[in-house]
């Protein structure tokens, strides 16, 4: 069977090699997925794979037919099959190169003390290693323990059995580890010359080619052009953040360069990421003046000037994204980003500080100046209901009710959006997906009297849908009141050296009842905290009343 459907859609190439080949390759078939759906597709890829069954089948044949030995056989077989396998480490010796300065110092170093081994060993006029126990040794000790070589590992062990194979095996891959050596020496140092291949790596090209060559690569801008398309009609939350994506993209690109995408490499990817994590962020000045290929350029940026670690990975996973995308549609072989590596650091929870009440009337006061209403109103039930700022820009005039009993109002949270951020985050609200953060997040909160006072109620009544339309993505709030804070003259972070953001209304909310005589259980429902330290209790517990709660809402005193 040469073609063979997976369950999940994609192709296969399946060929069961002959029983002498078995033997000799220590494998029992040849299994490659044709990363498509597309049975053409599949087709025109396993090309390359139906010459290596010719190849080895002829070797096979002319074993048979007695035109050639047992052990010709096996060399031939060897040398084609190994020759495969060389080409393809060679062609993957980028994925090893150093991301930063100092890590290409040390392997510089490294590369240099180990090339004056290969330079004492003994070699023949072709070039080729002789069998002196120096370098023998020592390509067998690297085989046998570095994990990054399970490739070499298994093949040795499968040649093995017979001497001849295993012993022109390990000269081999002495002979390639001294031509790769010599290759990242010559990146590491442009000045010295093009390594030349092993002899026996010059005999034959391989036939297995890289099926990314095969297919005519289109440029990184291209690919992002055709993924926001994809993505557009496909992906419904993409609809209102492509904005976010073709900033984030842009700078990608600045980083990487518009290259062909089967020319993109894991070490441009480490690169580009090293660069990113230091580049500044675009709301402060001066880099709110410069252009993308200004802040690249931007040197000794300071720690606190720099983009938010989350900002970064938001990039990264972007990048995932788009390559995965080449990859399915049949764009690229393989994803660069799946050797990339690109280290984040660990971080802790983000803590956010607290608004003293002085500061909330502060805040209070300033918006009352701004124009636009959303901006008077998304700060104001920040303060006065403790919600999140996703919670708040989903509200729709129909969330905001009264009580037929006692009158009260009250907005009724139904709809925020499932993220993976914890409570200390921003919520984040697409302006199109309805779900529930958690289980909690559904609940009634009374409106707030100093709310009504300022007209909160006749606002609602001159809306119609959503309160906040011109909000389609809670981000906006965010970038808003980052620029609102400095115009307010707020401080960047509170006395204990938490920073002060919009969710900080959130934390000053929760403080400031809870320095009242108000059960935290209510005060966890009004803010949609799962119910605590009541046990199995909690489990039996139904939902407060209004009227039960109201004390929340009152202790609240700005």
């Known amino acids: 069977m040469f073609l063979q459907k997976h369950p999940n859609g994609i192709y296969y190439f399946r060929w069961s090699y002959p029983l ?3 033997k000799i390759l220590g494998k029992r078939e040849l299994l490659k997925s044709l990363r498509t759906t597309s049975k053409s597709r599949a087709l025109a890829k396993a090309g390359v794979f139906y010459i290596v069954v010719d190849r080895l089948n002829k070797i096979k044949d002319d074993y048979h037919q007695g035109l050639i030995t047992y052990e010709e056989c096996n060399i031939q077989c060897y040398e084609y099959t190994t020759t495969m396998l060389f080409n393809r480490i060679i062609e993957s010796i980028d994925d090893y190169m150093p991301s930063d300065l100092n890590q290409a110092q040390i392997e510089k170093e490294n590369v240099c003390s180990t090339l004056k081994l290969f330079k004492t060993s003994k070699t023949n006029a072709r070039g080729e290693f002789e069998s002196g126990y120096t370098i023998r040794q020592r390509t067998i000790e690297v085989i046998n323990t570095n994990q990054n070589l399970e490739v070499f590992k298994a093949r040795a062990d499968a040649y093995k059995p017979d001497e001849a194979i295993y012993s022109r095996f390990i000269d081999d891959v002495g002979a390639l580890f001294h031509y790769m ?3 990242l020496d010559k990146k590491l140092d442009p000045s010295l010359g093009e390594p030349l291949l092993p002899s026996f790596m010059r005999k034959q090209p391989s036939a297995l080619i890289d099926v990314a060559k095969e297919i005519e690569s289109i440029s990184l801008n291209e690919l992002f052009n055709k993924y926001l398309i994809y993505k557009k009609t496909e992906d419904k939350q993409l609809k209102d953040r492509s904005d976010e994506a073709i900033y984030y993209f842009s700078v990608l690109l600045v980083l990487i360069g518009n290259k062909p995408i089967n020319t993109i490499k894991p070490v441009d990817i480490r690169v580009c990421f090293d660069v990113y994590k ?3 962020r675009k709301i402060k000045s001066p880099y709110n003046k410069m252009s993308v290929e200004e802040m690249v350029r931007a040197v000794d940026v300071p720690e606190g000037d720099r983009l938010a670690q989350k900002t970064v990975k938001e990039a990264y996973k972007l990048l995932i994204s788009i390559f995965n995308y080449a990859v399915n549609y049949d764009l690229l072989s393989k994803s660069p980003m799946d050797a990339a590596n690109v280290k984040f650091n660990k971080t802790k929870k983000n803590k956010r500080g607290a608004y003293s009440i002085l500061q909330v009337r502060q805040l209070l006061d300033e918006v009352a100046k701004e124009k636009q209403q959303w901006k008077k109103w998304v700060l104001r039930l920040a303060a ?9 820009a989903q509200l729709r005039k129909q969330d905001v009710k009264q009580e037929v009993d006692t009158g009260i109002h009250y907005l009724l949270i139904t709809d925020s959006v499932e993220d993976d951020m914890d409570d200390d985050d921003e919520d984040y609200y697409d302006g199109k997906a309805r779900v529930l953060k958690t289980e909690n997040a559904l609940r009634m909160i009374p409106i707030h009297p ?5 007209g909160f109620l006749d606002f609602v009544g001159g809306c119609t849908g959503d309160l906040f339309p011109e909000l389609k993505t809670s981000k906006k709030v965010t970038a808003w009141f980052a620029r609102f804070k400095l115009k307010a003259a707020m401080p960047a972070k509170d006395e204990y050296n938490l920073p002060l953001v ?4 959130r934390h000053s909310f929760v403080t400031s009842v809870r320095a009242t005589s108000v ?4 005060l966890q429902q009004v803010v949609g905290h ?3 330290d009541a046990g199995t209790t909690s489990g039996y517990t139904g939902r407060y009343s209004l009227t039960e709660v109201f004390p929340v809402i009152e202790a609240i005193k700005y």
């Open 181 to 183: 050596l010599s290759a």
């Open 519 to 522: 059960s935290d259980t209510l």
């Open 530 to 532: 799962m119910i605590t």
């Open 384 to 392: 006065f209901t403790g919600a999140r700022s996703g919670e708040i």
């Open 278 to 280: 230091k580049l500044p």
């Open 20 to 22: 002498i080949l078995r």
């Open 450 to 454: 100093k709310l009504i006072e300022m």
């Open 502 to 505: 919009f969710h900080s209304f």
